[in-house]
């Protein structure tokens, strides 16, 4: 008897075990992966530090955006998670729809918000 006893506390550590690995390992966002993804993707036309700043911007009209500017700081990540998504018409601002991860998205936010 004592020892099933043993055994079923013994699958309930086990099963706590899992619920808060699996919580570890749920996506936070990240703003130093977001950043990779930035230099990778954005940095061209945003800059390397996000003022907007690139040698494409003297190409561009409008130029790409001042992202630490309050301008775009003040928005809010749904807004600005929008024209990443759809990008903006009219300007040089792409559609990135199907390009990241949800997880990725996250990062690249978190990374844009650290800049302010
Ligand atoms: C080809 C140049 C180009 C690239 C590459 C680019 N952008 Fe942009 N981006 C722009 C332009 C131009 C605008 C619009 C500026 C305006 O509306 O005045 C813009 C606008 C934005 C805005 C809106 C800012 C605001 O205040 O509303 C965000 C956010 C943004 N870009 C993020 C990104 C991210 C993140 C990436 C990389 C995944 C990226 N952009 C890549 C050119 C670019």
Redesign the pocket.
């Known amino acids: 008897m004592s020892s099933m006893r043993a055994g079923s506390l013994f699958a309930i550590v086990v099963v706590l075990g899992l619920v808060q690995a699996t919580m570890a390992a749920s996506p936070k966002a990240n703003p130093d992966a977001g950043k990779k993804?930035?230099l990778e993707?954005?940095q061209?036309?945003?800059g390397p530090t996000g003022k907007g700043d690139s040698d494409?911007a003297a190409y561009?009209t409008?130029?790409?955006?001042n992202?630490t500017?309050k301008?775009?700081q003040s928005?809010t990540d749904a807004?600005?998670r929008k024209?990443?998504l759809e990008g903006?018409p009219g300007?040089?601002?792409?559609s990135?729809d199907g390009?990241?991860e949800e997880s990725q998205l996250a990062d690249?936010l978190a990374y844009?918000r650290s800049l302010k």
């Open positions: 993804i930035y993707s954005c061209s036309c945003h494409m561009l409008p130029p790409p955006a992202l500017a301008a775009t928005k807004q600005l024209t990443i903006r300007t040089a601002m792409s990135y390009a990241f690249l844009i």
